[in-house]
Nanobody
Framework: QVQLVESGGGLVQTGDSLRLSCVAS????????MAWFRQAPGKEREFVAA????????YYTDSVKGRFTISRDNAKNTVFLQMNSLKPEDTAIYYC????????????????????WGQGTQVTVSS
């Protein structure tokens, strides 16, 4: 079982940037696509971005395209989410997640594909 630990959340103003990090334990991190999800109060957890096991492919939900960038450093077992031009509607707890299937691109990663979750990091964007 991979353990995931997120960091980098905080309170920022509209238009600011944040960079989230997720460090994974275990030797098999490099074989799996990774993703970020978020959950706002009173709403279901939703997909934000995913990256393939190799880092060659990335996917984003429409609301963050052009503002957020997912990346990974397999040598450091870390996945990142760079968030620019933040909006109040980006306010949520952000979760790092690992695909249960090996060697995938990360496309269509819904919650049913996840077998490991981080504890979450709060992102609050004030208007």
């Amino acid at each position: 079982q991979v353990q995931l630990v997120e960091s980098g959340g905080g309170l920022v103003q509209t238009g600011d940037s944040l960079r989230l990090s997720c460090v994974a334990s275990g030797r098999t991190f490099t074989n799996y696509a990774m993703a970020w999800f978020r959950q706002a109060p009173g709403k279901e957890r939703e997909f934000v971005a995913a990256i393939s096991w190799s880092g060659a492919s990335t996917y984003y939900t429409d609301s963050v395209k052009g503002r957020f960038t997912i990346s990974r450093d397999n040598a450091k077992n870390t996945v990142f989410l760079q968030m620019n031009s933040l909006k109040p509607e980006d306010t949520a707890i952000y979760y790092c997640a690992k695909d249960r299937r090996i060697y995938t691109t990360g496309q269509a990663m819904g919650t049913q594909r996840i077998d490991s979750w981080g504890q979450g990091t709060q992102v609050t964007v004030s208007s």
